[in-house]
């Protein structure tokens, strides 16, 4: 059964995972656990139950805010005037053998799921994505992610009014 679970060095070998995407692979080797102590950013791996050091896939994310003036239009209603409090998904990779099995997705939805559960202790309005290339977006666009008025590669995707429990 796969799993995310928070990133553990001590269970996920981080230096073998490969998405093919240097960046994206250094951050995982090198820096994730030290921004995770930090406090900048968590990072979530996807792996197998019963195999858990094979990293298969992982997200990063932090806070963030994202001016009012960066959204559509459509989407600035009832929202006040300051900047709109956001989750940053910073970071989203699978390993290069398990690539267009569907994990994309499945992290992009555990993202959605952890981002509404948060919503109980901190106002996040939005995901936010800063796409390393075009076709990245494309990826995030099929999910209903929007552009932003800077930036073709920043895009976000209102949370709606889901997952706040009852007041
Ligand atoms: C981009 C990435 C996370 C997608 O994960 P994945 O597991 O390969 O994607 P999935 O199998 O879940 O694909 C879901 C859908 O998105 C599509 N898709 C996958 N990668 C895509 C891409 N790069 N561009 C456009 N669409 C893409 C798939 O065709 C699939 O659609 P379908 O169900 O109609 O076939 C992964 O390919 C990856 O890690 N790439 C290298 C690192 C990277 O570019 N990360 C993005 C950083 S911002």
Redesign the pocket.
């Known amino acids: 059964m796969l799993v995310v679970q928070r990133l553990d060095g001590r269970i996920h070998n981080r230096e073998g995972f490969d ?3 240097p960046s ?1 692979n250094r951050y995982l080797h090198e820096l994730a656990t030290q921004h995770h102590r930090a406090g900048v950013a968590t990072t979530h791996v996807l792996v197998e139950n019963e195999m858990p050091s094979t990293i298969l ?1 992982y997200y990063s994310l932090a806070a963030a805010q994202l001016s009012l003036s960066e959204l559509a239009q459509a989407d600035r209603h009832r929202l006040p005037r300051h900047p709109v409090p956001v989750a940053r998904l910073a ?4 390993a290069l053998g ?11 939805q555990d993202v959605v799921k952890r981002c509404l559960g948060l919503r109980t202790e901190l106002g996040v309005h939005a995901l936010l ?5 075009d ?2 977006a ?3 666009r ?1 999910y209903g992610f929007r552009e932003t008025a800077a930036d073709a590669l920043t895009l976000y995707l209102p949370l709606g009014n889901a997952g706040q429990g009852k007041p």
């Open positions: 998405c093919g995407e994206l896939g970071r989203l990779a699978v398990e690539q267009g099995h569907g994990l994309g997705e499945s992290l992009l994505v800063d796409a390393l290339h076709r990245a494309t990826f995030y099929r």
